[in-house]
């Protein structure tokens, strides 16, 4: 018996002309994804992808849990293939949902037939079938209501799919196929998630992460990478790039009025990340923040962020509670990671009382207390590339 994954493509099959573009796309993702785990053959046809092994040694468990993270899949099922015939098709179907059947009392047989050619009209297939079903599984009842299962045979252009329900794929678009942008990436809960959702549209991801040793330590990076590499699991590989940021975090703490220091941190970020995207092609910045979690994430204190950069800043947190965020987080099984205790480098000068309305006149005259130009060049020489 031959066992193969099946793909739905989602959103991507409304795309126009662009189909093309995104249909290979996806393509080209599963087949880099899935060669980590083994040798499949990827196809598609008529909005399905049919994933199949090459040996019977190839891990379906680990090929279905790579497909689940896959951008531009709508649902997904493993399925048996058989024969274009009929008696193949009920020898297959007998043998592949008998552990199906052990756990469940009823079910229904739907048929699509894609293939013209092959002499059965759906409703036959169904009831042919669908009886003979029956006369193997004496136990189980037919119910074209409510049913327990729901048998699916698909007769396509390489064989027949006989399936037992379907998952829920990971939605989106294909990753690629949005452009690329820059993520802010700290160790906590929301930029990993901010991450996720950004790839889900499309975009593929370079990171920027600012490290302020010896304040931060190496762990701290080391999570960040962790965080990333899950990440990646869904969004396809990222580049990271670390900032050296002590001295510019140390001329803010020692030059500039306290309550000022967060925003004027954050802007000097901006304009580092500013220009690591260009030089890496991103188009826009992505950051993990929420409207009024903290107090440089007000509405005046972004406003104040922004003005440090030309790029386009997308934050697709923005309108969202903790738990959602925390909820997406779990999900993607980086909140564990996140909630390791290490130091950020915004958490190791905070000021007892940030502005949560600062003016942008006060803000940028006490910046300009710094020589900054100097530093932020110092800090672009000094990077550190690690591919996740
Ligand atoms: P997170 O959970 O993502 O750390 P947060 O709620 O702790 O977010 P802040 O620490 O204020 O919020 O950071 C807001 C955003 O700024 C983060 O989501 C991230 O995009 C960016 N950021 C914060 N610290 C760093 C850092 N060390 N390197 C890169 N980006 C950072
Ligand atoms: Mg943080």
Do not use: W
């Amino acid at each position: 018996m031959k066992e193969i994954i099946l793909l739905k493509m989602g959103e991507i099959v409304l795309k126009g002309l662009n189909r093309k573009n995104f249909e290979d796309t996806l393509l080209r993702n599963l087949r880099r994804r899935l060669a980590k785990i083994g040798s499949f053959t990827v196809k598609a046809s008529q909005s399905t992808i049919t994933v199949s092994p090459n040996s019977d040694d190839e891990d379906m468990d680990e090929a279905a849990l790579c497909v689940s993270r896959i951008f531009g899949v709508a649902t997904f099922s493993r399925a048996c293939q058989a024969k274009k015939d009929i008696d193949d098709i009920k020898k297959q179907a007998k043998e592949y949902l008998a552990d199906v059947f052990d756990r469940a009392s009823s079910f229904k047989v739907e048929s699509k037939r894609s293939d013209k050619s092959f002499p059965m009209k759906s409703p036959e297939i169904s009831r042919e079938l669908g009886g003979y079903l029956l006369s193997q599984y004496p136990e189980m009842t037919v119910d074209v209501h409510d049913p327990d299962v729901v048998v699916t045979v698909e007769i396509r252009d390489f064989g027949a799919y006989i399936r037992a329900g379907f998952e829920k794929g990971a939605g989106g678009i294909p990753v690629g196929t949005g452009g690329r942008a820059c993520v802010l990436i700290s160790g906590g809960i929301d930029s990993p998630v901010a991450s996720f959702m950004m790839a889900k549209r499309g975009i593929e991801l370079t990171a920027v992460h600012f490290a302020s040793p010896p304040y931060t330590s190496l762990r701290a990076e080391e999570k960040v990478a962790e965080l990333l590499r899950r990440v990646s699991l869904y969004s396809g590989r990222i580049k990271m790039i670390t900032v050296p940021f002590t001295r510019l975090q140390e001329e803010i703490r020692d030059k500039c009025k306290e309550e000022y220091s967060t925003i004027i941190m954050r802007r000097f970020m901006m304009m580092i990340s500013e220009r690591i995207a260009r030089d890496n092609g991103c188009q826009a910045l992505i950051t993990g923040e929420s409207l009024g979690q903290v107090a440089s994430q007000t509405l005046g204190a972004m406003v104040c962020t922004d003005e440090a950069c030309s790029m386009p800043v997308f934050r697709p947190l923005i309108g969202m509670d903790k738990d959602e965020i925390v909820a997406i987080s779990r999900k993607i099984d980086t909140f564990e990671v996140s909630v390791q205790p290490f130091e950020d480098c915004c958490t190791v000068f905070t000021p007892k009382h940030p502005k949560t309305k600062p003016v942008l006149s006060d803000v940028i005259a006490e910046q300009n207390r710094i020589d900054y130009e100097p530093l932020i060049e110092e800090a672009l020489q000094n990077l550190k590339v690690t591919n996740i």
